[in-house]
């Protein structure tokens, strides 16, 4: 995808998950369950490499993100402490 409409797909992700995010991640969750198993491993790949980034982003936190940036941060922990990773298969 061009960058372009890969902007245009977060937008429209955030979009969704502002408006009704109990319905999103319902959805999300059906989705993910019934797609290709391949693509159920890179679904969580890349959520895990954006947790990973965001716990490493530098521009801070406040009350509204804090408790998402400390699990970021454990998540980031134990991937690396257990040496998980998600292979392409």
């Keep these: ?6 902007d245009k797909l977060g ?3 955030f979009r969704a998950m502002n408006t009704d995010d ?6 999300m969750q059906e989705k993910l369950s019934r ?4 693509l159920q491993q890179n679904y969580v790949r890349s959520v895990a490499n954006i947790l990973v980034a965001y716990c490493d982003d530098d521009r801070g936190s406040d009350l509204r993100n804090e408790a998402s940036k400390a699990f970021a941060c454990k998540v980031k922990d134990l991937m690396y402490k257990e040496n998980i990773a998600f292979p392409f298969i």
């Excluded at 995808?1 to 890969?6: D, H, N, Y």
């Design 22 to 27: 109990r319905e999103f991640t319902k959805m």
């Design 1 to 6: 995808m061009k960058e372009e409409e890969l």
């Design 11 to 13: 937008e429209s992700i």
């Design 35 to 38: 797609e290709h198993r391949t």
